[in-house]
C-alpha cells in the first residue's frame, strides 16, 4: 500500500515560493469550500504533460491526464494538485498505478459525489495504454462533456 500526500482542509501553499515535492508521497493536497454545494456541476484539471518513471527501467512515461469531478463539500487546491502532480515526475509506478493512485487520493480529499480520471499514455515500446477510473455513475442529469483526448494515431 502507498503512503498517501499530506492533506490540509485549508490552503498553506497559496501566495509561497514552494519547491516541487520529491515524492507523490511527500507532497501536500489542499482543498477548499465548494461555493456551490446544492449544485451538481463538473470541474475539470487537464494535465497533458503528465511525467512518472518506468519502475523497472527508470526510463520517462509521459500522459494527458483528464480529471473530472462533482464536487460536494470541497474543491482540490489548483496549487496543491500542481504540485501533486509535479511529484511524480521521479516516481516509479506503472501508468495504471498513477492513475488509479491520483484518483483514489483526490477522492479521499475531497469525497466527491463523483470523479473519473483517464490517463492517457504516450506509447513506449509501440504500444499506447489508457487507463480509466471512476468512483461509480455520475449523477442524473449532469452534463458531462467527453475528455476530449482522441485516440493515439500516430503520425498518420
Aim: charged share 20%; net charge positive; aromatic share 10%.
Amino acid at each position: 500500500m502507498t503512503k498517501k500526500p499530506k492533506s490540509h482542509a485549508a490552503p498553506t501553499l497559496l501566495g509561497k515560493q514552494v519547491a516541487l515535492p520529491a515524492s507523490p508521497q511527500d507532497a501536500t493536497l489542499e482543498r477548499v469550500p465548494n461555493p456551490h454545494p446544492d449544485v451538481d456541476y463538473v470541474t475539470r484539471f487537464a494535465a497533458p504533460e503528465f511525467t512518472s518513471l518506468c519502475p523497472v527501467t527508470g526510463q520517462p512515461d509521459f500522459a494527458h491526464l483528464v480529471i473530472d469531478f462533482v464536487p460536494a463539500r470541497w474543491l482540490v487546491e489548483s496549487k496543491s494538485l500542481k504540485l501533486y502532480l509535479g511529484a511524480f515526475r521521479n516516481h516509479g509506478a506503472f501508468h495504471e498505478d498513477c492513475t488509479v493512485r491520483i484518483g483514489r487520493d483526490l477522492v479521499a480529499l475531497l469525497a466527491p459525489k463523483w470523479l473519473r480520471i483517464g490517463g492517457y499514455w504516450y506509447p513506449r515500446g509501440g504500444i499506447p495504454i489508457d487507463v480509466f477510473w471512476q468512483t461509480g455513475a455520475p449523477p442524473a442529469g449532469l452534463f458531462l462533456p467527453d475528455q476530449g483526448v482522441p485516440p493515439y494515431r500516430g503520425r498518420g
